[in-house]
C-alpha cells in the first residue's frame, strides 16, 4: 500500500506487483477483462509469444481509466516505431 504498482511510460510497462516488464515493441494487441471480483488488462505479445496479465484490482484508478491510457502510449508507440521503420 502507498507503492508504485504499474508504471508506464513512452517505452514500456512496469508491473511491480509481479516483478515484469514488457516493451511497447513486443506487444500486439491490448485488452481488457472483467469478472464478479476481479478486473484486469491482458496483453498479447508478438508473434504469439504469449499473454502478460495485468491485474488492476490494487491499482489506484478504474480499470477502464487504466486501459485507456495504456491504449493510448501503445497507439503513440506503435506509430512511432512505425515510422522508424519507413
Do not use: C, P, Q
Not at 506487483?17 to 476481479?38: A, C, H, M, Q, V
Amino acid at each position: 500500500k502507498g507503492k508504485i504498482a504499474l508504471e508506464i511510460d513512452g517505452e514500456k510497462v512496469n508491473d511491480y506487483l509481479k516483478g515484469t516488464t514488457t516493451y511497447w515493441k513486443d506487444i500486439f494487441e491490448i485488452s481488457e477483462g472483467y469478472s464478479k471480483y476481479n478486473a484486469w488488462i491482458s496483453i498479447s505479445l508478438e508473434d504469439g509469444a504469449g499473454t502478460v496479465t495485468i491485474n488492476t484490482k490494487w491499482i489506484t484508478g478504474s480499470n477502464k481509466m487504466i486501459f485507456n491510457t495504456m491504449l493510448d502510449y501503445f497507439e503513440k508507440a506503435k506509430r512511432h516505431i512505425g515510422a522508424a521503420r519507413l
